[in-house]
């Protein structure tokens, strides 16, 4: 999710990391893997049956009863499984033993090098078992339904269809379909699935009647979040089907890749931007004959993200500042960049999708009925959690717009507007979530995509 400099709320990868997918493994069938032959009975004439059928009575026996093993289990969480296309499968049932992957680790260097081995930080680290579960389940789910994505998504699809399967891919894999009241709260969506074409930098998804179709020339940013009670992974990608935008592709996640490398605990924030910026604007791509210079969106951020809240309140910029905010122990930050071949500065506009309850909510009196009803849905469906009006559609609200107006004027829920430069240019992004652990920094959502 992108967060704006102008605005005070802001609005808004060790190598690769492999996404694994254990299965469980099953005695299934003999040493010769021949299969079972009747049921497994214990009278001598079955035996002298199977004696017939197979050289070695004993072993004929054994391999019998290893192939009743898979039988027993079959359909249950301990069974071999892999995920499905589109994803459906629940992904605690692919890691039964609740240990999920971790994500990138990288040790601190200089003067944070000691925190390695620090006892002090390890113990630290081992108090946050919880913590490290929920945002690494968060952030494998984030990789299968993204990797799923990246295969399927074609020109000629509508963004609704695109929207919607990533959606529905990650509250089957979370369990939580957030169709019941507090179900999204306690896991889910975490962020609108964003998919903003080509100068539409962020915040723009797909309302009620859209009927807008990807093209082949487009260039689209796919941002979308997962949370595990609150804990929530926010990361994005860019596609485009023409390699002639493969220069600002590279520009921008090579960029997003030096903020995650200069990222770290005492680390200010201005210093990351320039860092950001000179990766970024080290890059040129030629459209159409005609060579433009990357630039970084000076007014877009990276931000922290704490529970239940997609910004925390401190900004990551991606161009050179003085801001000296430091970054601290135990924070967790998206870092995100935005490139594009434009003006390098966006503004509002278009039809917002995009809504957040204000954690700091003023306790104002609503005199518009529509306002205090949907409050109440809000408040018992997603609390501070984004969502997006076609949320709102699907819990089977109608007609709450003049509410929902009533409740962004009257500060209790924040709007994000899509954020897009000039007409005619190309935007990009890449972002990553990261943990700055007690003892290493972990990139809690690379894959071996990006």
Same mark, same amino acid.
Request: charged fraction near 30%; glycine fraction near 10%.
């Given at each position: 999710?992108?967060?704006?400099?102008?605005?005070?709320?802001? #609005?808004?990868?060790? @190598?690769?990391?492999?996404?694994?997918?254990? $299965?469980?493994?099953?005695?299934?069938?003999?040493?010769?893997?021949?299969?079972?032959?009747?049921?497994?009975?214990?009278?001598?004439?079955?035996?002298?049956n199977e004696i017939g059928n197979h050289e070695g009575g004993a072993e004929g026996a054994t391999k019998k009863k290893k192939k009743r093993k898979p039988k027993k289990k079959k359909g249950t969480s301990d069974g071999a499984k892999v995920q499905s296309s589109p994803p459906r499968v629940l992904l605690s049932s692919l890691f039964p033993s609740g240990q999920y992957p971790e994500g990138e680790i990288v040790e601190y260097g200089n003067e944070n090098s000691y925190r390695t081995t620090s006892e002090e #930080?390890?113990?630290? @680290?081992?108090?946050?078992?919880?913590?490290? $579960?929920?945002y690494r389940q968060g952030a494998e789910i984030h990789r299968q339904v993204r990797q799923w994505a990246q295969k399927n998504i074609k020109p000629g699809q509508t963004l609704t269809e695109i929207a919607e399967g990533?959606?529905?891919?990650?509250?089957?894999?979370?369990?939580?379909?957030?169709?019941?009241?507090?179900?999204?709260?306690?896991?889910?969506?975490?962020?609108?699935?964003?998919?903003?074409?080509?100068?539409?930098?962020?915040?723009?998804?797909?309302?009620?009647?859209?009927?807008?179709?990807?093209?082949q020339e487009d260039v689209m940013k796919v941002d979308f979040g997962v949370h595990i009670n609150g804990r929530i992974v926010d990361s994005a990608f860019t596609l485009a089907f023409d390699p002639v935008y493969d220069n600002l592709l590279a520009a921008v996640k090579a960029a997003t890749n030096t903020g995650i490398k200069e990222a770290g605990i005492d680390v200010r924030v201005g210093d990351i931007g320039a860092a950001i910026q000179e990766t970024m604007e080290s890059y040129e791509v030629e459209i159409g004959g005609k060579t433009y210079p990357v630039k970084s969106i000076r007014n877009l951020n990276g931000?922290?993200?704490i529970p239940y809240t997609i910004h925390g309140g401190k900004s990551v910029p991606i161009v050179k500042s003085s801001d000296q905010t430091k970054m601290e122990e135990g924070e967790t930050f998206a870092i995100e960049t935005f490139g594009s071949t434009g003006k390098g500065y966006v503004r509002d506009d278009l039809e917002t999708s995009h809504y957040a309850k204000?954690?700091?909510?003023?306790?104002?009196?609503?005199?518009?009925?529509?306002?205090?009803?949907?409050?109440?849905?809000?408040?018992?469906?997603?609390?501070?959690?984004?969502?997006?009006?076609?949320?709102?559609?699907?819990?089977?609200?109608?007609?709450?717009?003049?509410g929902l107006n009533n409740l962004v004027s009257s500060g209790i829920v924040e709007s994000y507007p899509p954020l897009v430069d000039v007409k005619g240019s190309y935007t990009a992004q890449f972002e990553h979530t990261i943990l700055l652990r007690p003892?290493?920094?972990?990139?809690?959502?690379?894959?071996d995509d990006y």
């Open positions: 999710m992108a967060a704006t400099l102008n605005e005070d709320l802001g #609005k808004l990868q060790v @190598d690769d990391f492999k996404t694994i997918n254990r $299965s469980a493994k099953s005695g299934a069938g003999g040493a010769d893997g021949k299969p079972e032959n009747g049921d497994n009975d214990d009278s001598d004439e079955d035996k002298e #930080k390890r113990h630290l @680290d081992r108090m946050n078992n919880d913590f490290l $579960s929920d990533i959606e529905d891919g990650t509250r089957a894999l979370t369990g939580h379909w957030g169709l019941e009241e507090g179900d999204n709260i306690k896991g889910g969506v975490g962020f609108p699935t964003g998919l903003n074409i080509n100068h539409i930098a962020a915040h723009y998804s797909p309302n009620a009647g859209n009927k807008t179709i990807l093209k931000h922290d993200i204000r954690a700091d909510a003023p306790n104002a009196a609503l005199r518009v009925s529509s306002a205090r009803t949907l409050l109440n849905v809000i408040n018992k469906n997603f609390g501070t959690i984004p969502f997006c009006r076609r949320y709102l559609d699907r819990l089977g609200q109608d007609k709450y717009l003049l003892t290493v920094k972990e990139v809690i959502s690379r894959g």
